[in-house]
């Protein structure tokens, strides 16, 4: 079965750290550009970064390459996505994304339809 299962959300205090971990089954992530997504209350889903096979990574915000750091962890099929510094601003639901399209269609000018979604895993930023 192909899946994508995203773990790790929860609490956390303003400033702290958090590392997301995004789990596939039935096909071979390494394979793969993977991107994490957020989707904030009551906002629309947003990519926040995205990284191809090579490791090359790409932020839609500036601000957020001191912040997040996605992790390739190929022995274990997974994907991790590191984050620092966190503010009640980065609270919402966190999706991890995996597609095959080639890197600066998919990742670069974010035209490309990514082939499987996880489901998603709450982050929560106290105030």
């Known amino acids: 079965q192909v899946q994508l299962v995203e773990s790790g959300g929860g609490l956390v205090q303003p400033g702290g750290s958090l590392r997301l971990s995004c789990a596939a089954s039935?096909?071979?992530?390494?394979?793969?550009?993977v991107a994490w997504f957020r989707q904030a209350p009551g906002k629309e889903r947003e990519r926040l970064l995205c990284?191809?096979?090579?490791?090359?990574?790409?932020y839609s915000q500036d601000s957020d390459k001191e912040r997040f750091t996605i992790f390739r962890d190929n022995a274990n099929n997974t994907v991790h996505l590191q984050m620092n510094g966190l503010q009640p601003e980065d609270t919402g639901v966190y999706y991890c994304?995996?597609?095959?399209?080639?890197?600066?269609?998919?990742?670069?000018?974010?035209?490309?339809?990514?082939?499987?979604w996880g489901k998603g895993t709450l982050v929560t930023v106290l105030p």
């Open positions: 990284k191809d096979d090579a490791g090359n990574t790409v």
């Open positions: 039935g096909f071979a992530l390494e394979n793969y550009n």
């Open positions: 994304a995996a597609g095959s399209q080639d890197f600066f269609r998919l990742c670069i000018i974010g035209a490309g339809t990514m082939d499987y």
